[in-house]
Structure formats: structure tokens, C-alpha cells
């Protein structure tokens, strides 16, 4: 499914699930000195819940 992005609800409504997948990934997957670089959510089956989030992270230098 590609995402739309034609109106300016649709634009609302895909702001508002990336700003919850960052959220999430901040509170749970992202280790410590580490930068945010790739996030893969994965919706599969019935009742929008997620089978698989892949995230990728790099460490900062100091």
C-alpha cells in the first residue's frame, strides 16, 4: 500500500502514525549514544497490529 498524501488529512493522519512509530521506537528500541537511521513497520493480517518492526540504529561519536 503506498501511503497518500493528496489532501491535507491524509498529510495529517500520516504525521500523526510516524510521530507514534517515533515515539515508540525512542521508548523502546533505540539504545543508549545511539542515533535513530531506519525504521521498517510491518502491518500484516486483521486488526492493524504490527508483525514486525525492524529498526536501525548507529552509535554517536564522542
Do not use: W
Request: aromatic share 10%; glycine share 2%.
Amino acid at each position: 500500500m503506498e501511503f497518500l498524501r493528496e489532501t491535507e488529512f491524509e498529510k495529517m493522519m500520516l504525521d500523526r502514525l510516524n510521530q507514534a512509530v517515533r515515539e515508540y521506537v525512542e521508548a523502546v528500541c533505540k539504545p543508549l549514544n545511539s542515533r535513530h537511521r531506519k525504521t521498517i513497520l510491518v502491518f500484516t493480517g486483521d486488526r492493524y497490529k504490527p508483525t514486525d518492526i525492524i529498526s536501525r540504529f548507529v552509535n554517536v561519536k564522542k
